[in-house]
T-cell receptor, first 115, second 111 residues
Framework: KAGVTQTPRYLIKTRGQQVTLSCSPI?????VSWYQQTPGQGLQFLFE???????NKGNFPGRFSGRQFSNSRSEMNVSTLELGDSALYLC??????????????FGPGTRLTVT | GEDVEQSLFLSVREGDSSVINCTYT??????LYWYKQEPGAGLQLLTY?????DMKQDQRLTVLLNKKDKHLSLRIADTQTGDSAIYFC???????????FGRGTSLIVHP
């Protein structure tokens, strides 16, 4: 069974631009969660999507948004990029979602650098 | 809000046991997790424990939970160089189960 895949793996953007990251969950998993990992703030939860609906949201500004498609693939969008958005963005999938305490499987992440 | 604390570094000799400690503040934590992150990789769930358990053993890994002191530990027996990684402690509470992570402990195993 293929694991969680994230594309692209590396990305360099300029301040003010926008970016879209993609996550393909493990086949059969309906929940996708996104996390931001930085040296300063550590790992922080962004949002969770389950069956195309946002179920939970972390404490991030509205510039961070996401969506999930009918095949459970998810995209995360960051608009008006700031230098502080430079981070490793991790996606995790699970079958039933966080509300069940279901085990999450993480992808390798997308390393975003904002210059 | 919830807080999870870990020491930043731990250095051990190959073959020794490693003990990584974690404290948390949310007394209503339901699940407590240990994740491993190797360089350039995402997180891998190593093990988890329910808050109504005191101990869980899985091969070389032993998790101890002291709920009264809100203290969680991960013991790795016979530590190998392949165990060198960052280990994250995390907790989640009933309801949303959104995990709160510690900053991670960097385990360095030297020969």
């Amino acid at each position: 069974k293929a694991g969680v895949t994230q594309t692209p793996r590396y990305l360099i953007k300029t301040r003010g631009q926008q970016v879209t990251l993609s996550c393909s969950p493990i086949s059969g998993h309906r929940s996708v969660s996104w996390y931001q990992q930085t040296p300063g703030q550590g790992l922080q939860f962004l949002f969770e999507y389950f069956s195309e609906t946002q179920r939970n949201k972390g404490n991030f500004p509205g510039r961070f948004s996401g969506r999930q498609f009918s095949n459970s693939r998810s995209e995360m969008n960051v608009s008006t990029l700031e230098l502080g958005d430079s981070a490793l963005y991790l996606c995790a999938s699970s079958f039933a979602g966080q509300q069940t305490g279901d085990e999450q499987y993480f992808g390798p992440g997308t390393r975003l650098t904002v210059t | 809000g919830e807080d999870v604390e870990q020491s930043l570094f731990l250095s051990v000799r190959e073959g020794d046991s490693s003990v990584i400690n974690c404290t948390y503040t949310d007394s209503s934590s339901t699940y407590l997790y240990w994740y491993k992150q190797e360089p350039g990789a995402g997180l891998q769930l190593l093990t988890y424990i329910f808050s109504n358990m005191d101990m869980k053993q899985d091969q070389r890994l032993t998790v101890l939970l002291n709920k009264k002191d809100k203290h969680l530990s991960l013991r790795i027996a016979d530590t190998q160089t392949g165990d060198s990684a960052i280990y994250f402690c995390a907790e989640s509470t009933g309801g949303s189960y959104i995990p709160t992570f510690g900053r991670g402990t960097s385990l360095i195993v030297h020969p």
